[in-house]
């Protein structure tokens, strides 16, 4: 619960952040760019969906899992505000760290390791 708390932060914030480097200081006024969970809680995605799949894969048993999901409060964004508009729509579109914090949240929970580079070269 805590990874999926930090992800749909780091994931509206990251949307923020593109969309404020554009020119679009709207989601920066509204005190999007934080990695602070409060900015960005929805209560249906962020709160209900992930606590209701996780006590219903908890139900169960040990072979069943349901899979965590979720999402934030859509991050507000003011394309009329964007400089170089057509890329900034791409990249402030594209714009996410669900990759990183995945892998962060699997290396936590003990699921993912890391080869030795000496396993990678051969």
Request: aromatic share 6%; hydrophobic share 50%.
């Amino acid at each position: 619960m805590i990874v999926l708390l930090f992800a749909i932060s780091a994931h509206e914030a990251a949307h923020a952040w593109m969309s404020n480097y554009f020119g679009d200081d709207t989601a920066r006024l509204l005190g999007r760019i934080t990695l602070n969970p409060v900015a960005h809680i929805d209560p249906i995605g962020t709160l209900l969906i992930p606590i209701v799949g996780f006590v219903l894969g908890s139900m169960a048993g040990p072979g069943a899992t349901i899979p965590l999901i979720g999402w934030g409060k859509p991050t507000p964004v003011n394309p009329l505000r964007w400089r170089n508009k057509d890329l900034a729509n791409v990249m402030v579109s594209a714009a996410s760290t669900d990759e990183p914090a995945a892998s962060m949240g699997a290396m936590a929970n003990g699921r993912a390791t890391v080869a030795p580079p000496s396993s990678v070269m051969n």
